[in-house]
Every structure is written in C-alpha cells, then in structure tokens.
C-alpha cells in the first residue's frame, strides 16, 4: 500500500516500511497491527494516501479484504487513486460493492480472459477523473453507472450492439454526460454496421474535416461524427487519425477510403472523443 508525503513514496507491508515494491508476503491473521501501523506513520508525517495498491492474491482472505475495506471507508483521510491487480473476480466484487470512498481514479488490471462478468452495476463511490480496465468483467451496466471524464476499457467483452446501445445513451443524454474520452479495445472484431445503428454516424474525409482535441494540440482528421440531442459531438477516431500535426497523412486517406468502401467494416479499437 502506497504512503505519499511530498516527494517520497513509501510502501508498507505488514510491520515495516520500504522504499519500494518487492516479494509481497503473506498477510498476518491479525491486521490490526498494520492499520494501527499505517495511521502512525500518516499521523507522525501528516500525510494521506496517494494510491491504494490492491494486489489480490490468495496471501490475502474475502475476511481480511473486508476488514481493509472497512477500515479504509473509516479513515479521514483523502484516497485519490486505487490500484488493483490482479483480482479473483469475487474478491473484485466485494471491493467494488464495499469501498464507499469517492476517488479520482480507479485502474483494474487482470489477465483473465473468463467471460464471466462481475455482479456490480452501481457503485457506491464516485470516480471523479477516469477508471482503466485490462480485464473483460466490465459489463455495459457498469460502464452506464461511471461518470467520470475518462475511461479506458482494454480486453473487453462489448458486442457491437453493446457499443451501439452505449453510443445512442449517450446521444439522448441518458448516460456518460461527463464523459470527454472514452478508449475501447474489444476482444475480437466488431461490425461497424451493427454499432452504428441508427445513430447517424457520419464517415468524415480526413481531407477535409479536422478538428483540434485536448491539450497539448492534437488534431482529429476525419473520423465518425455523431451528433447528441444537446447539440454535441462524439467523433470514433478509429482510425488512428489523430496526430500532432496538422497535415493529413496518405494513410490515414486510404484507411478512410478502405472503410467507405468496405462491406464488411471490422474495427476493434474505438477511441471516441468529445465535444
């Protein structure tokens, strides 16, 4: 579990305090002692938490996850990001239906590739600044249920008509409002006939439509243009169009043109940005 206080970044383990991650060992039955430990340290350096690093391994039981969550919904002090990895799917469940604390941002890394998705489609905290997945338990209820201004969801289980129903939610305002950047990389091809239904998406030239995103400048040429109810703009840079230069690219016309005039347009990576 990471410890910040300025410049220096500690990890504590059990009873002692290190510098940096090493061969994590088993957890004492009895974590008193490490919250008693930990609100010391933080009360002697007047320090909160940076990240809370989750590594759930069997080292750790669902009993002692529980109490840590517990203990961590108690404490005063300010959590700004959680990290986990990797996750059993139930210990992921418990986290997710237990933790109670708003946080900026949340990363879940996995390398299951089990199709299963986890029993949690309404969180009882708040991610202000984004959520990352690198694992396929992420279901569309969960993604309705983030509204943070980020999301990256890698190795995910979404069919094109899950893309198709969380694109048209968003375009009546329903869900994801907040959202400015949205990156899903799918397991398997989708069919972009089927995630664009009835959405009015629009293949834009990248010869000549370009439009500047986020700081520093990067510059969208062409894209799929979908208009929201309220008047916004979601563009699907599936094609890697975005770049720090202004000029258009001789790949990035014919990637256009294989997509126009393609019958079976395949994509499997999505980054959407908003506007």
Same mark, same amino acid.
């Given at each position: 579990?990471?410890?910040?206080?300025?410049?220096?970044?500690?990890?504590?383990?059990?009873?002692?305090?290190?510098?940096?991650?090493?061969?994590?060992?088993?957890?004492?039955?009895?974590?008193?002692?490490?919250?008693?430990?930990?609100?010391?340290?933080?009360?002697?350096?007047?320090?909160?938490? *940076?990240?809370?690093?989750?590594?759930?391994?069997?080292?750790?039981?669902?009993?002692?996850?529980?109490?840590?969550?517990?203990? @961590?919904?108690?404490?005063?002090? *300010?959590?700004?990001?959680?990290?986990? *990895?990797?996750?059993?799917?139930?210990?992921?469940?418990?986290?997710?239906?237990?933790?109670?604390?708003?946080?900026?941002?949340?990363?879940?890394?996995?390398?299951?590739?089990?199709?299963?998705?986890?029993?949690?489609?309404?969180?009882?905290?708040?991610?202000?600044?984004?959520?990352?997945?690198?694992?396929?338990?992420?279901?569309?209820?969960?993604?309705?249920?983030?509204?943070?201004?980020?999301?990256?969801?890698?190795?995910?289980? +979404?069919?094109? *008509?899950? +893309?198709?129903?969380?694109?048209?939610?968003?375009?009546?305002?329903?869900?994801?409002?907040? #959202?400015?950047?949205?990156?899903? #990389?799918?397991?398997?091809?989708?069919?972009?006939?089927?995630?664009?239904?009835?959405?009015?998406?629009?293949?834009?030239?990248?010869?000549?439509?370009?439009?500047?995103?986020?700081?520093?400048? =990067?510059? =969208?040429?062409?894209? =799929?243009?979908?208009?929201?109810?309220?008047?916004?703009?979601?563009?699907?840079?599936?094609?890697?169009?975005?770049?720090?230069?202004?000029?258009?690219?001789?790949?990035?016309?014919?990637?256009?043109?294989?997509?126009?005039?393609?019958?079976?347009? @395949?994509?499997?990576?999505?980054?959407?940005?908003?506007?």
């Amino acid at each position: 579990m990471y410890v910040r206080k300025d410049d220096i970044e500690l990890i504590f383990e059990r009873d002692r305090f290190q510098v940096r991650r090493r061969k994590v060992h088993p957890i004492d039955p009895d974590i008193y002692s490490f919250f008693k430990a930990t609100e010391h340290f933080m009360d002697v350096f007047n320090c909160g938490f *940076e990240m809370i690093y989750l590594e759930m391994k069997p080292q750790i039981t669902n009993d002692q996850l529980i109490m840590m969550i517990d203990w @961590l919904n108690g404490m005063k002090t *300010e959590i700004r990001k959680v990290y986990i *990895e990797p996750a059993p799917i139930l210990m992921l469940e418990i986290f997710m239906n237990r933790f109670q604390r708003n946080i900026e941002s949340l990363e879940v890394e996995d390398d299951n590739l089990n199709c299963e998705y986890i029993n949690s489609n309404c969180l009882n905290f708040e991610i202000k600044n984004s959520f990352s997945s690198y694992s396929v338990w992420f279901n569309l209820d969960f993604l309705f249920s983030l509204d943070c201004e980020q999301i990256a969801m890698y190795k995910s289980n +979404l069919t094109a *008509e899950d +893309l198709n129903v969380f694109l048209r939610n968003w375009q009546e305002g329903k869900t994801n409002q907040k #959202l400015k950047q949205i990156e899903i #990389l799918t397991v398997g091809e989708r069919d972009m006939k089927k995630v664009l239904k009835d959405c009015g998406g629009e293949l834009m030239d990248p010869r000549t439509t370009k439009l500047k995103f986020g700081e520093p400048d =990067i510059w =969208i040429h062409g894209g =799929i243009h979908i208009r929201g109810n309220d008047g916004r703009l979601a563009v699907i840079d599936n094609y890697q169009f975005s770049t720090g230069n202004e000029k258009v690219s001789e790949e990035q016309v014919r990637k256009y043109l294989s997509a126009r005039d393609s019958e079976d347009w @395949l994509e499997s990576w999505f980054h959407i940005c908003f506007f």
